[in-house]
């Protein structure tokens, strides 16, 4: 386990937390980054090229390609879709939570957590 994985564990921890405490919109950010810190980590344990994959980190959208790449390590066509659809879901939830006037309440960011743990439960599989 690297240290994104630990990472990972943490953010999924203080989004339950968050949670709990009424802090929705932020439970819902440490949800996705939660899910993110595992995605990378998992690639960086099996990638055979590190070095490409950093410079295609710069080429677009870090966390597209992390999320795309993540979903090519898994087994099925059903898990790296379910993986790619919930983690752009919850990619765009952040965004929402972050940037916009939106307010999650308490149903939206169990969705979120348990969408999370769905993403971890998927990545685990790699």
Known sequence: MGIL???SDKSYKVAVLLMSKG???NSVQC???SGLQLAKDKILENIADISKFKNDLKKESSHLTIIRKAGEYLNTADSKGKLIDLMTTL???RKNAIYDDTIFN?????EA???CE???YLLKQI
């Open 91 to 93: 990619k765009r939830w």
């Open 106 to 110: 308490e149903r939206q960011a169990a």
């Open 5 to 7: 994985s630990s990472k």
């Open 23 to 25: 802090y929705y919109c």
């Open 31 to 33: 949800a996705y980054f």
């Open 113 to 115: 957590l348990s969408n």
């Open 118 to 120: 769905t993403i971890r």
